[in-house]
């Protein structure tokens, strides 16, 4: 035989015992799962899912299967909770069981395991009862928050009075709108509807969620060392990301240099005094671990 049909031979013979592996594995694993149709190797039921519509796809597969199924996405299993009741006992009834995230490779590359969104296990939970307290501090579910509102409701008015009767797309000052009420509460600050960075800001994040539901962007959580060697959308996904990281913290800076720790003035400033306390409570702790071996060693005579 010739030294490239034995290599073919052996890369054939090689592929198909990863694929077999592959196979073998996650039916080893199937017992103790809910059911659901048959996966591929390596690509898993990614062939079976209509990408344009995806809750079609699932919502069939829940007639198939019922409202607890298994689904592969590539070699990465999922169990898929479909319908209110199944959602319900989940979340709410087995809230504590259920409270952890599956990991998104592409979501760890553009947060990093941080944020509300994407953290997971204690940090998540301190970050929610954060977040949630300081927004209720700063008026969520209250007047203060209705009177944002209405702010924003009178140049929402004066911007659609100033179309002078032409057609327009309504979404675009919708969108600015309440943009804007969360920048008030984020910031501090709401921005003129033609501020170019808060256009850039919206711009960002409406790309972003566009190309996070690209095929591309989808292969990299299967495939991130491979994908990150591969141009396409979800690069760009990752520069717009790091654009609205640097945004953000340029507002922190600027936030920092005026910060009162006794006046927060958004959810900004909370975040900032929060993390003083953090390191004062840290510092405090280290202090006391260093005096420790001396007051071992001398103690006060009082206690002698």
């Known amino acids: 035989m010739e030294p490239l049909g034995a290599t073919t031979v052996f890369f054939v013979i090689c592929v198909s015992c990863l694929l077999f592996l592959s196979a073998w594995r996650k039916l080893s694993g199937s017992g103790k799962l809910p059911p659901g149709p048959v996966a591929f190797p390596i690509i898993g039921n990614t062939l079976q899912l209509n990408k344009r519509n995806l809750p079609q796809s699932i919502h069939e597969l829940s007639v198939k299967y019922g409202p607890i199924f298994t689904i592969y996405l590539g070699s990465l299993r999922v169990v898929v909770l479909y319908g209110q009741e199944a959602v319900k006992e989940a979340l709410i009834d087995q809230g504590d069981e259920f409270s952890g995230r599956g990991k998104l490779a592409l979501a760890d590359k553009l947060a990093k395991g941080t944020g509300i969104i994407f953290s997971n296990g204690e940090r998540w939970k301190q970050l929610r009862r954060f977040a949630l307290t300081t927004l209720r501090n700063f008026g969520m579910g209250k007047k203060s928050v209705e009177e944002r509102i209405q702010e924003e409701a009178c140049f929402l008015v004066e911007r659609l009075r100033n179309t002078h009767e032409r057609p327009f797309d309504p979404t675009i000052p919708l969108t600015h709108a309440v943009s804007n009420i969360i920048c008030s509460i984020v910031f501090g600050d709401r921005f003129d509807y033609e501020d170019q960075k808060f256009l850039t800001l919206i711009n960002l994040t409406e790309e972003n969620n566009e190309l996070f539901r690209s095929l591309l962007a989808q292969l990299y959580n299967f495939f991130p060392t491979l994908m990150d060697y591969i141009p396409g959308p979800h690069q760009l996904l990752i520069k717009n990301s790091e654009e609205f990281k640097r945004f953000v913290l340029e507002r922190m800076k600027m936030h920092k240099e005026s910060l ?23 510092y405090a702790h280290t202090y006391r671990l260093n005096l420790l071996p001396a007051f071992l060693e001398t103690p006060p005579a009082n206690l002698m």
């Open 260 to 282: 009162d720790l006794s006046c927060p003035r958004d959810f900004i400033d909370a975040f900032l005094i929060k993390m003083e306390q953090f390191q004062m409570a840290a």
